[in-house]
DNA sequence: TTGACATAGTTAGCCAGCTAACTATAATGG
DNA sequence: CCATTATAGTTAGCTGGCTAACTATGTCAA
């Protein structure tokens, strides 16, 4: 995944939202001090798990495939399959294997059924990759999602897919 | 604010994530899941803010360098506070408010009493962008965010605080 | 008062996305 | 059955972030 937003510090005060609501009467002050914060947030949370990865020798594009690969049975799959999953193009999963490849986290498998694919199987060095990021990672997750309790995610969820759903909105053409 | 995350269009079914706890015991569930949705909502919501924000010609960061400049009683501030505000480096702010001279939206203005600094001033033309481009802004945020009513507006904010307070836990050396 | 340090802005070069164009191979329909 | 179209992967070149290094100017303490 690619999320690219300025990193906002300073939020609008109600103070700011209010006065920019003068000029735009159209302004929702509470939808958009909710927008801002989900995107800070979320942001900040992107750059920490990057720094997290970091560490490791890793950084979210690659890592992300090292999981996808993972969650096969097979430990394989093709660069298209890849990139759809992971939502980025093609071109970028080529880079992205070229660098797990030369680190010898993966492999390119060429196939005689369709001579136009290829397949990429995880190596044992990227499974031990995997093994040795994830337990760090998901500890650190626990303790960073440690302030809500099960029924406080299960509600941010919800409340996700509901902007979730609102997303077109912001593109549809008028 | 410059986030940047893979886009993660599969997110791991509750399948997938149970058999990633079994190897890796330190999984909580629903932290990984709540987690990752909301980098996937985030990430979405800032593909669909540029795509708004491009019928204009514009991108979120030149956008936002608009708008703290608006948001002064002068118009005006120091690129310095410019990229501290928005969260940039110095450099990216440069090349982001060469963008916006270029376009006549910005000016510098040179000042006498400190002359390392320089002024960046909102022109009558970055006005008139604003002016364009934020009643269009709010009109498509307000019917995004139209699902959530206000005490679920709050709670999604009380939630996100919580999450924020954790991040420093991705990143603390142990 | 001057030497060391701090600050403002810029420049140069890196990186990881992207789109568009290209090659090779496969699938399909007239 | 062959021309067209679709698909898989790659390459080339663009973009907008970044860091590091640089110039110019200001500040401060010995």
Redo the contacts with the bound molecule.
């Keep these: 995944m ?1 999320l ?1 937003m ?2 906002l510090k300073d939020l609008p005060t109600t103070g700011v939202l209010h006065k920019f609501a003068e000029r735009y009467p159209d302004a929702d002050i509470t939808a958009v001090s909710s927008f801002l914060h989900l995107l800070r947030v979320a942001t900040d949370l992107s750059i920490a798990l990057d720094t997290c990865l970091s560490k490791h020798g890793l ?4 890592w992300w495939v090292l999981i996808l690969l993972m969650r096969e049975d097979t430990h394989t799959a ?6 759809s999953k992971a ?13 797990l490849e030369q680190g010898g986290l993966v492999e ?1 498998v060429f196939t ?9 199987h995880l190596t044992d060095a990227g499974q031990a990759k995997l093994d040795a990021v994830m337990p760090d990672y998901y500890q650190r997750l626990r303790l960073c999602m440690k302030g809500l309790n099960e029924a406080q995610r299960i509600q941010l969820e919800q409340m996700l897919d509901l902007i979730n759903a609102g997303i077109p909105e912001l593109t549809k053409q008028k």
């Design positions: 690619v690219i300025l990193e950084l979210q594009g690659r093709t660069p298209s399959v890849l990139a939502g980025v193009t093609r071109a970028t999963m080529t880079g992205l294997i070229d660098g390119r005689k059924s369709d001579r136009r694919s290829v397949l990429i």
